[in-house]
């Protein structure tokens, strides 16, 4: 059976930057993903810079060993202009060195640098399948 190798868009939903913290998470169940890009579409100016965090935590739901941007970083600065009207502001991000989600593991969209106005951002991320057998995965375990 061949696969196709089809990237495509995981919507994290509507996200308030006006305010720091973990705002969304998301992780494969089955395959393992490649994240190629990410982007925030920003409904409003940005008031001041924000920064948004994709963190990786290799295990789901746990902080330990968790990751600092290492999946991405995104500097919002007042230069991103948004007009209402003319269709939202797209600010995105493509890593140099794509990072793998395993299952059991999660990317976590955090805010650590709080931007004023962007109060209903929706952010999505670009993966990529990286076609394997769930037996070769280490961590997941097979029940009959």
Same mark, same amino acid.
């Given at each position: 059976?061949?696969?196709?190798?089809?990237?495509?868009?995981?919507?994290?939903?509507?996200?308030?930057?006006?305010?720091?913290?973990?705002?969304?998470?998301?992780?494969? #169940?089955? %395959?393992?993903? =490649?994240?190629? +890009?990410? /982007?925030?579409?920003?409904? $409003?100016?940005? !008031?001041?810079?924000? *920064?948004?965090?994709?963190?990786?935590?290799?295990?789901?739901?746990?902080?330990?060993?968790?990751?600092? #941007?290492? %999946?991405?970083? =995104?500097?919002? +600065?007042? /230069?991103?202009?948004?007009? $209402?009207?003319? !269709?939202?502001?797209? *600010?995105?991000?493509?890593?140099?060195?794509?990072?793998?989600?395993?299952?059991?593991?999660?990317?976590?969209?955090? %805010?650590?640098?709080?931007?004023?106005?962007?109060?209903?951002?929706?952010?999505?991320?670009?993966?990529?399948?990286?076609?394997?057998?769930?037996?070769?995965?280490?961590?997941?375990?097979?029940?009959?």
């Amino acid at each position: 059976m061949a696969y196709d190798h089809t990237k495509y868009e995981v919507d994290l939903g509507i996200l308030d930057l006006t305010s720091t913290g973990d705002k969304a998470t998301w992780g494969p #169940g089955l %395959v393992p993903h =490649i994240v190629r +890009a990410v /982007s925030i579409v920003i409904d $409003a100016t940005p !008031g001041d810079a924000g *920064v948004v965090k994709g963190d990786l935590r290799p295990t789901r739901d746990s902080d330990t060993s968790r990751t600092d #941007g290492t %999946v991405f970083t =995104i500097n919002l +600065a007042t /230069s991103h202009t948004f007009t $209402a009207g003319t !269709g939202p502001k797209v *600010v995105y991000h493509v890593p140099s060195s794509p990072v793998k989600v395993l299952p059991g593991q999660e990317v976590v969209i955090e %805010v650590t640098d709080a931007s004023a106005s962007v109060d209903e951002a929706r952010v999505c991320l670009l993966v990529e399948p990286s076609w394997d057998q769930p037996g070769n995965i280490t961590g997941m375990v097979a029940t009959a």
